[in-house]
């Protein structure tokens, strides 16, 4: 069946180290994007990427990178800049079709140590 | 994209219809409203989306007001399964235009037995 993966599922880091969390997708979504979620807010766009080789920051990118080598992946890490890293991370997926909603992931919970 | 306010809360007997409001009366003619839910610690699902006619899928309706400024997503008969929160969000219809979404805190939903 096709979708979105996320993986691990949980992620634990000691400070001061990166951390990349894997997305992939199989749906042939030209669009991906890397939200964050932390209790009790809303979803936060940290990048987001319309095509392969291209991406944008969103509203909290400092302290995250991504990369778009391919059109299935699109990892995100979390650096060391990143001072509060300890949240939900949601990935998701979107037809080159712009009205179309998004696919999201099942999430990646990160704890710093 | 304009801002949506949603009850924080709603309770709904199972087997009973969930109208669940959603305001957004800044929105602007060529954005479209769009229904998520997200059971905990999972990622978002999309549900419905409409411009200003009613949609109706297998999970859902979605009533739309003629003046645009408000909306219903209507769960017709309600199951235990469909306790999560709701989110309700306008976006312009073109895959660019992604920073501004804004994802506020939703209506969390719970069917009781």
């Known amino acids: 069946d096709g979708g979105i993966t996320q993986s691990p599922k949980y992620l634990f880091r000691k400070e001061g180290q990166n951390v990349t969390l894997s997305c992939e997708q199989n749906?042939?979504?030209?669009?991906m994007y890397w939200y964050r979620q932390d209790p009790g807010q809303g979803l936060r766009l940290i990048y987001y990427?319309?095509?392969?080789?291209?991406?944008q920051k969103g509203d909290i990118a400092e302290g995250y990178s991504v990369s778009r080598e391919k059109k299935e992946s699109f990892p995100l890490t979390v650096t060391s800049a990143q001072k509060n890293p300890t949240a939900f991370y949601l990935c998701?997926?979107?037809?080159?079709?712009?009205?179309?909603?998004?696919?999201f992931g099942s999430g990646t919970r990160l704890t710093v140590v | 994209d304009a801002k949506t306010t949603q009850p924080p809360s709603m309770d709904c007997a199972e087997g009973r219809a969930a109208n669940l409001p959603c305001n957004h009366s800044?929105?602007?003619?060529?954005?479209?409203v769009y229904w998520y839910r997200q059971i905990h610690s999972q990622g978002p699902q999309y549900i419905i989306h409409?411009?200003?006619?009613?949609e109706t899928n297998e999970m859902a309706s979605l009533i739309i007001t003629e003046d645009r400024k408000s909306s219903t997503l209507i769960l017709p008969h309600a199951t235990l399964r469909d306790t999560a929160v709701y989110y309700c969000?306008?976006?312009?219809?073109?895959?660019?235009?992604?920073?501004?979404?804004?994802w506020g805190l939703g209506t969390s939903l719970a069917v009781n037995p």
């Open positions: 969000i306008v976006r312009v219809a073109h895959a660019g235009n992604n920073r501004k979404l804004i």
């Open positions: 800044t929105i602007s003619g060529n954005e479209y």
């Open positions: 749906l042939n979504h030209d669009a």
């Open positions: 990427s319309q095509i392969v080789n291209d991406f």
């Open positions: 409409g411009l200003k006619n009613n």
């Open positions: 998701a997926s979107m037809p080159g079709q712009a009205n179309y909603g998004y696919t």
